[in-house]
């Protein structure tokens, strides 16, 4: 099957009436086409850049623009300059595919509409329905096109029926209501003459001035009539219902895609059939309420007030808010997807990393713009689940195989500034957008995941305050108390279970000969680093505890084999042994072991198995002391420390084997088996050591540092540094001044 067209939309606010009938139109132009369609909506359009509407503006960063190939960008109706800035930006590498809706200010291409038509026809009908001449038009911002096309309209009609029309019969407004005020104040006051009737270019204009007339006892329409356009006012939302003329924003949307896809495949298509409503009357005019509409209007008020009780009655926020985990929340919202009218899919998308950083620590640590690599579908065709794909795809369902084409609304789900995920609605075969009550149904969702996020937050608080009592302070594993309370839990279960217990007793070696020799400091260092030795051996399956001092240990319980205790302790060896080799430290680190791992026998106590473990730990400690103990130990621990107290000098082995009468070969053994490095190796380290000390600390050039290091050659120098360090001195040195 041929690959379907898809065209991106960008809109705001697709609850309102104007927007819904772009959106209509676009959406049954793209069906009459096979012209699949993801249409980004922000549901709250604050002209300020708000921590609120930053977040809802991020809903834009979502669309892959790749993927797309046309994008439908109703321009004007954003109210934020920051948005509309954010998006051009985002638009430009695709400029060629862009289409602006009703707004020429765009660096793009514009598809406008012919909005003097509309305007010559309202005109008109005051003048051949009503009989009046003395008119005057209030139009939007001067210079704005379709303030202009309004305001021509007006002018092309009184030129039509012969009546005069000079330049103060047309008034530039502002769309709202401080113009339309100031306009019914002159008109009582006197200061500009009582017209018979003024034709506003937008509803909103039309009802602050009947609001202000009214008030000051001037009727409409018996005194002054008063016309509207868009038709966007329904129900109670005027004094006084507006005569206004249906502005054909369903034709709109449905010929910029044609302009759209034209321009894509050179192909004209027929536009679907569009509104056959042009002007609504209401009791501003003569003519009084259109009773046909006004029978609709409230067909269409008591559906939405059907569905606004049914959410008020179903105690969605409180029941979301009662919901300890995520996966009920989702659940309970599936039970809610009733209240979206018409909505024939719904799917909810969250970052993978939706909670935010998850630091107890560092609360401001989240998502507040952009998206992760990776988002989680928790809903899809009514159903839980937790599926992770790519955010390029922005939908899973947008690459399922489907017979005919279709629409996909997305809207931002966030907490304020914290950015949750998408939430997308799929309407089938009717055209539409979701209603009034969505925003209220989504805020009910953002808030159930916000205290979901909340809960899980308060848990990891207290789970800390309850593990800050059991853990060390210093290596973040269990402490004494801890590594009790875990001994007799699986000394218990594996009695229970008949299991094999394990208990694996580590201690750093020399602790107190490094606090003397190079400072508490370096001490605890080592400590740290066997923590984290033993720590790397474990699996889930066991508990690690710093019992006391340089004392660890691994407890568990399970269907270990055999030699588990020794692969455990070899795993350990394996970790020190890999840091001596790179540390760059004047000492190693090491460690001895006692470890017990078997099935319980009914006479065993937790109290006999750990005097066993720990008489078997002594042991190997004496047993390494002697080991250190070798020939010449003290005489190489003396030698190492001059080496790294003076790393310039020549350190030649053929010398060093010399003044202590011993073979090179026996030599080189020696040390090895002393320190766990060859000497050559040491060398290396102990000046390279000191080189990071002078690039971290002075000025110096890197031949000058090579120099003082030791080095004939700085390449050589730089040569090795590189080799042991993985990076260049520059780069160290850069790296080093940053932090």
């Known amino acids: ?57 991020n809903l834009f960063r979502y669309m892959n623009l790749n993927l797309m190939d046309g994008i439908l960008y109703a321009r004007a109706t954003l109210h934020s300059d920051y948005g509309k800035q954010l998006i051009d930006e985002m638009l430009m590498p695709h400029k060629k595919k862009v289409l602006v809706l009703d707004d020429d200010t765009s660096p793009f291409a514009s598809h406008l509409l012919d909005d003097s038509i509309g305007m010559a026809e309202l005109t008109s009908h005051c003048i051949e329905t009503h009989g009046l001449t003395d008119l005057i038009c209030l139009t939007g911002y001067e210079g704005h096109h379709s303030a202009e096309l ?44 009582m017209p018979q009737g003024v034709i506003c270019a937008n509803d909103s204009m039309a009802k602050f001035l009947c609001e202000t007339l009214l008030e ?72 009084g309420d259109d009773e046909g509409y006004l029978r609709h209007a409230l067909r269409t008020k008591g559906k939405a007030e059907e569905y606004d009780m049914m959410f008020r009655f179903s105690n969605m926020t409180t029941n979301l808010t009662c919901k300890e ?164 839990e699986c000394f218990a279960a594996a009695k229970r279970e008949q299991r094999r217990f394990l208990l694996l007793l580590v201690q750093c070696d020399g602790v107190r000969q490094l606090n003397e020799s ?40 399970r269907d270990y084999a055999i030699e588990a205790s020794g692969q455990l302790m070899q795993s350990v060896i394996d970790y020190l042994e890999q840091y001596n080799q790179t540390s760059l430290k004047p000492y190693k680190i090491s460690a001895s072991f006692g470890a017990f791992c078997d099935y319980l026998k009914p006479e065993d106590t937790l109290e006999s198995i750990t005097r066993q473990v720990e008489a078997q730990l002594q042991e190997n400690k004496n047993k390494a002391e002697v080991e250190h103990a070798v020939p010449y130990y003290r005489r190489f621990v003396d030698l ?56 971290a600390s002075t000025d110096l050039s890197i031949a000058a540092i090579s120099e003082r290091c030791g080095y004939a050659n700085y390449v050589h120098f730089m040569h090795q540094f590189k080799k042991v360090l993985g990076i260049t001195p520059t780069d160290y040195r850069k790296k080093a001044q940053q932090e």
Request: hydrophobic share 40%.
């Open 216 to 287: 000051h006892g001037i009727a409409v329409p018996e005194q002054v009539t008063v016309m509207g356009y868009d038709a966007a006012l329904i129900g109670d939302q005027s004094i006084l219902s507006i005569t206004s003329y249906v502005r054909k924003n369903f034709t709109l949307g449905a010929s910029a895609v044609l302009q759209l896809y034209h321009r894509l495949t050179g192909f004209h298509a027929q536009m679907v059939e569009a509104e056959k409503i042009t002007l609504i009357t209401g009791r501003s005019c003569a003519c």
């Open 518 to 557: 190079y400072g508490h400091s370096e001490g605890d260092s080592a400590i740290t680093v066997v923590a984290n030795a033993v720590n790397n051996c474990c699996s889930t399956n066991e508990r690690c505890a710093r019992v006391q001092d340089g004392l660890f240990s691994v407890i568990g319980y």
């Open 640 to 695: 190492r420390e001059r080496i790294y107290s003076n790393p310039n000098e020549d350190w030649n082995i053929d010398a060093m084997c010399q003044s202590m009468i011993l073979s090179r070969g026996y030599f080189q053994k020696l040390y090895s088996r002393c320190f766990g490095i060859s000497f050559t190796q040491d060398v290396i380290n102990s000046r390279i050591s000191f080189s990071k000390r002078l690039l």
């Open 1 to 57: 099957m041929e690959k379907r067209l898809l065209f991106g939309v960008i809109i705001a606010e697709c609850e309102h009436i104007i927007q819904k009938r772009i959106v209509k139109g676009i959406m049954a132009q793209a069906k009459a086409l096979d012209i699949d369609l993801c249409v980004f909506a922000c549901t709250s359009n604050d002209t300020n850049a708000t921590p609120c509407q930053r977040s809802e503006m």
């Open 325 to 488: 985990s995520l996966d009920d929340c989702m659940a309970e919202i599936l039970r809610y997807i009733f209240l979206i009218r018409g909505c024939k899919n719904y799917f909810l998308c969250l970052n993978e990393d939706w909670e935010g950083g998850g630091s107890v620590e560092t609360q401001d640590d989240y998502r507040r713009e952009g998206f992760p690599e990776y988002m989680i579908l928790k809903l899809a065709y009514y159903q839980t689940l937790s599926k992770p794909f790519a955010t390029s795809k922005m939908l899973p369902a947008l690459h399922e195989a489907r017979d005919q084409a279709t629409a996909f609304i997305f809207t931002a789900l966030h907490h304020n500034d914290r950015f949750f995920g998408i939430s997308v609605m799929e309407y089938g075969d009717a055209p539409d957008s979701y209603d009034p009550l969505y925003l209220s149904w989504k805020t009910a969702v953002d808030v159930g995941l916000e205290y979901v996020r909340m809960q899980n937050y308060l848990k990891r608080f207290n789970n800390r305050i309850y593990l800050s009592s059991i853990r060390d302070s210093l290596t973040g594993l269990y402490n004494a108390e801890g590594h009790e309370k875990f001994a007799a």
């Open 150 to 193: 309004r305001a021509q309209g007006f002018r092309n009609a009184m030129e039509a029926h012969g009546l005069a029309c000079p330049p103060e019969r047309v008034i530039y407004g502002d769309y709202w209501s401080d113009t339309a005020r100031a306009l019914g104040m002159e008109i009582v006051n006197g200061t500009r003459p």
